[in-house]
């Protein structure tokens, strides 16, 4: 395990509308606001046509190879994640989200583009005197979190 101490910044009450790609207009508005840490809660709907990452094909082999879903009508969805800087200082979304309809429920990662049907709420926690940075593990291809 690896850890650091930090402290709570400020709050964000955030609306994204109809048509905003999650990632990129969370990581846009974290650049404006000059948030490079943060923690997020996600509550609203996903349009047809948003794609997850929901798994690598094969457990433990390298290289990985992400499944993607592509969710085939509206579904709601609930979600939380993070955003830590990258080597070059750009902050970086690591959500997950659960969405659903009717009886089933998908789950994954919203990287290659998770589309708002309508309206989606995010609160987001700025996160203050944080160490964290999201740095590329070249086996797995990740750019994973070093606290």
């Not at 790609?21 to 969370?26: K, M, R, S």
């Not at 049907?117 to 990740?142: C, K, N, Q, Y």
Request: glycine share 10%.
């Amino acid at each position: 395990m690896k850890y650091s101490q930090a402290r709570q910044g400020r709050m964000f009450v955030i609306r994204l509308e109809d048509g905003d790609v999650v990632h990129e207009v969370i990581e846009n508005f974290a650049m404006q606001q000059s948030i490079s840490v943060s923690v997020l809660m996600v509550l609203g709907c996903a349009d047809e046509g948003s794609t997850l990452v929901v798994g690598p094909r094969e457990g433990r082999i390298l290289p990985v190879e992400p499944m993607m879903h592509v969710l085939q009508n509206v579904h709601e969805v609930a979600g939380v994640g993070t955003i830590f800087p990258d080597d070059e200082g750009k902050p970086v979304l690591h959500m997950h989200m659960a969405c659903g309809r009717r009886t089933e429920t998908i789950t994954g990662c919203v990287r290659r583009g998770v589309k708002v049907w309508h309206v989606m709420e995010v609160i987001l926690l700025e996160i203050l005197d944080s160490t964290g940075l999201r740095l590329l593990e070249p086996a797995s291809g990740f750019k994973l979190l070093n606290p």
